[in-house]
């Protein structure tokens, strides 16, 4: 698919659960999955994951970990029920992961909860059958930003200490039209709404924490390979923001790929020609670095 070049870096904040991206199978299909699995408590409020088992291959298995969208304030794990059997059918362990929500919880709380998700995952590993060197993650739009967090960042902080010697760093992201620079443009009213819901504070009261919450400006020689996937029409996430992310980690050396989706806005139709090329392109880069 062509890359065409986008003007200017408007950004916009999707507030949907953007999975419909990606395509589905049938109800009774899906593995066993283990619901509701606590993996951390904060302020009294459990921190739940859901745990998809790998239904090929046996011994120590890839894990997948999948981040949800919602504008980092609605969404829920259960987004992926319909998705998980398209990664566990391939030989990857899935976890979704659930994680609180603005505005209750502004950021870093999100970024927080899915590190130590990461980090629970590898600390349980030898239980779930888990190669704690080969874990990925996946996310869309507001969850794209949560993964690509993943991929830059080490671990923020260490409020548990039965976790605080576990990397919370990932092997692979997949960005599926996540925002990357939060820092980039002016804001329409909505996003800033949005983004003040999200960080607890506008721009011009606190520009740092905008900064602090883009994943680009951690980019480094250590951070993760990603491939972004993204269409050329989206209003809510721009083309640039991919294409940002992927020139800021290939100038420090790391490998980043992009399917540009021609004509397609904040999602696609799963079994439509670009949406087809996103999940063969997905399971390609998986494939790459986690399978043995």
Same mark, same amino acid.
């Given at each position: 698919?062509?890359?065409?070049?986008?003007?200017?870096?408007?950004?916009?904040?999707?507030?949907?659960?953007?999975?419909?991206?990606?395509?589905?199978?049938?109800?009774?299909?899906?593995?066993?999955?283990?619901?509701?699995?606590?993996?951390?408590?904060?302020?009294?409020?459990?921190?739940?994951?859901?745990?998809?088992?790998?239904? @090929?291959?046996?011994? #120590?298995?890839? #894990?997948?970990?999948?981040?949800?969208?919602?504008?980092?304030?609605?969404?829920?794990?259960?987004?992926?029920?319909?998705?998980?059997?398209?990664?566990?059918?391939?030989?990857?362990?899935?976890?979704? %992961?659930?994680?609180?929500? #603005?505005?209750?919880?502004?950021?870093?709380?999100?970024?927080?909860?899915?590190?130590?998700?990461?980090?629970?995952?590898?600390?349980?590993?030898?239980?779930?059958?888990?190669?704690?060197?080969?874990?990925?993650?996946?996310?869309?739009? #507001?969850?794209?930003?949560?993964?690509?967090?993943?991929?830059?960042?080490?671990?923020?902080?260490?409020?548990?200490?039965?976790?605080?010697?576990?990397?919370?760093?990932?092997?692979?992201?997949?960005?599926?039209?996540?925002?990357?620079?939060?820092?980039?443009?002016?804001?329409?009213?909505?996003?800033?709404?949005?983004?003040?819901?999200?960080?607890? @504070?506008?721009?011009?009261?606190?520009?740092?924490?905008?900064?602090?919450?883009?994943?680009?400006?951690?980019?480094? @020689?250590?951070?993760?390979?990603?491939?972004?996937?993204?269409?050329?029409?989206?209003?809510?996430?721009?083309?640039?923001?991919?294409?940002?992310?992927?020139?800021?980690?290939?100038?420090?050396?790391?490998?980043?790929?992009?399917?540009?989706?021609?004509?397609?806005?904040?999602?696609?139709?799963?079994?439509?020609?670009?949406? %087809?090329? %996103?999940?063969?392109?997905?399971?390609?880069?998986?494939?790459?670095?986690?399978?043995?």
């Amino acid at each position: 698919m062509r890359l065409r070049q986008w003007p200017g870096h408007v950004l916009l904040i999707s507030v949907l659960i953007a999975v419909a991206a990606v395509p589905r199978v049938a109800q009774g299909q899906e593995p066993s999955v283990r619901k509701d699995v606590v993996y951390g408590e904060v302020d009294g409020q459990k921190l739940l994951l859901d745990i998809y088992p790998a239904t @090929k291959g046996a011994g #120590a298995r890839p #894990a997948l970990l999948l981040i949800h969208g919602g504008g980092w304030s609605g969404g829920n794990k259960g987004a992926y029920a319909g998705v998980a059997p398209l990664f566990t059918r391939e030989g990857y362990t899935v976890i979704s %992961v659930g994680y609180r929500l #603005a505005p209750r919880y502004h950021y870093p709380a999100q970024v927080d909860d899915v590190q130590r998700a990461v980090r629970w995952v590898r600390a349980h590993a030898n239980e779930l059958s888990i190669d704690p060197e080969r874990i990925g993650a996946l996310g869309h739009s #507001a969850g794209g930003h949560l993964v690509q967090m993943l991929g830059v960042r080490d671990t923020r902080e260490n409020s548990d200490p039965k976790l605080a010697h576990y990397s919370s760093r990932v092997k692979c992201v997949v960005n599926v039209f996540g925002p990357t620079d939060l820092t980039s443009t002016v804001f329409p009213n909505v996003t800033n709404g949005i983004l003040h819901n999200f960080l607890g @504070k506008t721009r011009a009261q606190d520009p740092q924490v905008y900064r602090d919450a883009s994943p680009i400006t951690f980019v480094g @020689k250590s951070s993760a390979p990603t491939l972004f996937c993204h269409g050329t029409e989206d209003p809510l996430v721009p083309l640039s923001q991919s294409v940002l992310c992927m020139e800021a980690l290939r100038r420090a050396g790391v490998e980043a790929k992009i399917v540009v989706v021609e004509g397609a806005g904040h999602g696609w139709a799963p079994d439509s020609p670009g949406g %087809v090329q %996103v999940h063969q392109a997905t399971l390609e880069f998986l494939r790459q670095h986690l399978q043995p």
